[in-house]
């Protein structure tokens, strides 16, 4: 089969979905005859027409109320926001109205928010968001953030049938740099079950979405000198798969983790304290937390490189803690 992109991935998911089920539409800003921001919707307005492929105008809480109201009327909306930072015009929406239906009213809320996040491609403080923690403890809420193509076709095929509100996290520095052949066949990948990605019994690297690739890379340089690192990707936020962490800790007594965001109050803070409270007589040295820098996305890119994780502050985590 021929490779299959990141960014098409999104796209076949939204589409096979659509074809699959009359209730599902799209809706956003410039999501219909121009395609998309980044050419995501592309094609869709001619395959299903305006009536479920609707442009908004710039208005992310009338995106995402929209959006609400037509899941408790039945349908299952995907709402594309174009820059994932801006979901905070839509948060209150997000958080106290779809995800506190089902626990309120006990209806479903079948909404799918989902847009490009995360740095990399010079965007600056307005366009390069990493939103994970800012929803991480609002009940009823699910997020999940694919680094690959098959997850990211597999994860939003699953979010879209899902009937709690998701957060579904694209990686745009991914879009069209990850390629694979993906299966003709109708597939979902599970929310909260993560993927281990790399088998290794010295060091576990938790991640996931782009920085799963700076922990290959990681790994790899670590191999040259004999260490075998575990990595084990998230794919899945909330719900995540604790079962997947805890095996791998207790496997390799030594673990990191790694995620784009800022370290203060990022998601990974969550998944150290399960760590230090359920393996903590596992562990052979202190759990360690890479992160972007606690400062806005800067656009210079010099600037940028050193505020986001690299593989050389892995490396020197890595062995610091093999050195325990």
Request: hydrophobic share 45%.
């Amino acid at each position: 089969m021929p490779e299959t992109t990141y960014i098409d991935a999104i796209t076949q998911a939204m589409s096979e979905e659509m074809a699959r089920d009359e209730r599902v539409f799209l809706i956003g800003e410039d999501v219909g005859a121009y395609g998309g921001a980044f050419k995501t919707s592309y094609g869709l307005l001619d395959k299903f027409g305006a009536e479920r492929v609707i442009d908004t105008p710039i208005s992310e809480i009338a995106i995402i109320g929209a959006a609400s109201g037509a899941a408790l009327m039945g349908m299952r909306p995907i709402a594309e926001m174009q820059f994932l930072d801006f979901i905070t015009c839509g948060y209150d929406i997000l958080v106290n109205f779809a995800a506190m239906n089902s626990y309120l009213f006990g209806r479903a809320c079948p909404i799918v928010v989902r847009g490009p996040a995360g740095g990399g491609t010079h965007g600056g403080p307005y366009h390069s968001i990493n939103p994970e923690a800012m929803f991480l403890n609002r009940p009823g809420l699910k997020i999940v953030a694919p680094g690959t193509a098959y997850d990211a076709k597999g994860l939003l095929k699953a979010a879209i049938r899902d009937d709690n509100p998701v957060l579904y996290i694209e990686h745009k520095y991914l879009y069209r740099r990850i390629k694979e052949n993906l299966p003709d066949d109708d597939y979902i990948v599970p929310i909260g079950k993560a993927n281990v990605r790399r088998r290794g019994k010295d060091l576990t690297i938790i991640t996931w979405g782009a920085m799963l690739y700076v922990a290959d890379d990681a790994a790899d340089e670590l191999a040259k000198d004999n260490v075998s690192t575990e990595i084990i990707d998230l794919r899945s936020i909330v719900p995540f798969d604790e079962d997947a962490i805890l095996e791998s800790v207790a496997k390799t007594n030594r673990v990191i983790i790694l995620h784009e965001a800022p370290l203060t109050g990022g998601a990974g803070a969550e998944f150290a304290a399960r760590i230090a409270e359920k393996a903590f007589d596992y562990l052979d040295a202190p759990i360690k937390r890479i992160a972007a820098l606690d400062v806005p996305t800067p656009y210079s890119p010099p600037l940028e490189a050193a505020a986001l994780p690299d593989k050389t502050r892995v490396l020197q985590a890595a062995r610091e803690l093999l050195a325990y």
